[in-house]
């Protein structure tokens, strides 16, 4: 059964670094894209940050040159690497795979073609 566990969220002040973790089991996660997607409160979901299997990346505008996804094979875990925060990053950030063959840039952009998801985790950024 395929599971996907986010961790690593937190409160930091603005101007802060965290790193979010996805641990997944249940399938070989490399071999598939992964997405992380984020939702504040009264917005809609969007995609942050994606990698597919060949290891190609993708970012949103807003996250460009401040986060970076990256991923450890002998861990079966996915990272988000988040530098520079902003009080606009508040969120829940959700990680997200796809077990079809979309490409990272596919994964970015489409939230409701992903297979599994995690139950989240809270990113405050504070002022």
């Known amino acids: 059964q395929v599971r996907l566990v986010e961790s690593g969220g937190g409160s930091v002040q603005s101007g802060g670094s965290l790193r979010l973790s996805c641990a997944a089991s249940?399938?070989?996660?490399?071999?598939?894209?992964m997405a992380w997607f984020r939702q504040a409160p009264g917005k809609e979901r969007e995609g942050v940050a994606s990698i597919d299997s060949d290891g190609s990346t993708s970012y949103a505008d807003s996250v460009k040159g401040r986060f970076t996804i990256s991923q450890d094979g002998a861990k079966n875990t996915r990272y988000l690497q988040m530098n520079s925060l902003k009080p606009e990053d508040t969120a829940m950030y959700y990680c997200?795979?796809?077990?079809?063959?979309?490409?990272?840039?596919?994964?970015?952009?489409?939230?409701?073609?992903?297979?599994?998801w995690g139950k989240g985790t809270l990113v405050t950024i504070s002022s």
């Open positions: 249940g399938y070989t996660y490399s071999s598939y894209s």
């Open positions: 997200a795979v796809d077990l079809g063959k979309m490409s990272s840039v596919q994964a970015l952009r489409n939230d409701h073609g992903m297979d599994y």
